[in-house]
């Protein structure tokens, strides 16, 4: 946790004692009454907070703003919807990794369950988005979606590069890609990978189909690679 975040009705506090932020600072970074941690807003500015008490009430803290963070990458990754254990290290590490938008889809190859899971229904899925973010040392969050149809996802990327990962009828790698600046969309399928109909829709909707070599990576895996060689390109 290299930046500890709080929504902005608990800047009044006090953080409770087994809040996993509070052990944090106290366990981790051994701050004590008077010491500074880096600390933010979610999805606002990033700052210092001072520890002003401990006690059984939990931690009670001073929060000073310094800046405000950059806009996240206009990068927009839809994925087919994977299973629960391992949409929760997607929207960790692609959030890390910085995205504006995830829209988890249901496509051919998918299991349309997996939409049901206690990741979405519950909305333990932000609490991933929270985990990549303080990695990042970032307050910003990104949207997400899950659920939707990916021909639904496609018609609602109309702009930009639009680019999609395929182990079996790509043209060429992803870091040699020709993308252009300005937005870029990035499509990934589940684990079983992409159906016939699935690649007609996406190239009924323009998007051009890229591999990441040789090697069949983890989903989660093709995510991290395909989202940071993308950022990386020179544009």
């Known amino acids: 946790m290299n930046l500890v975040l709080f929504e902005r009705h608990e800047l009044e506090g006090p953080l ?25 807003v979610v999805d606002g500015p990033i700052g210092q907070a001072t520890v002003l008490s401990l006690g059984p009430e939990g931690l009670r803290f001073r929060f000073s703003p ?18 629960p254990s ?24 998918s299991q349309a369950s997996y939409a049901q899971s206690s990741l979405w229904t519950s909305g333990e899925w932000r ?15 990104p949207t997400v979606s899950w659920g939707h149809g990916l021909q639904a996802a496609l018609a609602s990327h109309d702009a930009g590069a639009r680019l999609a990962l395929d182990n079996y009828e790509a043209g060429s790698h992803l870091a040699v890609c020709d993308r252009g600046p300005g937005r870029v969309t990035l499509t990934i399928g589940p684990e079983r990978g992409w159906g016939p109909t699935d690649r007609a ?12 070599g040789t090697r069949v990576l983890r989903v989660e895996m093709a ?7 993308v950022q990386a390109k020179p544009r």
């Open 201 to 212: 829709a996406l190239r009924a909707a323009g998007y051009s189909l890229h591999h990441l």
């Open 66 to 83: 310094l800046r405000e963070p950059p806009p996240l990458p206009d990068l927009h990754l839809i994925v087919g919807l994977p299973r």
């Open 127 to 141: 609490r991933h988005l929270l985990l990549g973010a303080a990695q990042a040392f970032d307050t910003r969050l």
């Open 16 to 40: 409770a004692a087994d809040d996993v932020r509070t052990r944090h600072v106290l366990d981790v970074l051994r701050r004590a009454v008077g010491d500074p941690f880096d600390a933010g």
């Open 223 to 229: 995510v991290v690679a395909a989202t940071v060689l």
């Open 86 to 109: 391992t949409a929760r290290d997607i929207l960790r590490d692609a959030t890390t990794c910085g995205v504006r938008s995830l829209q988890f889809v249901a496509c051919e190859r």
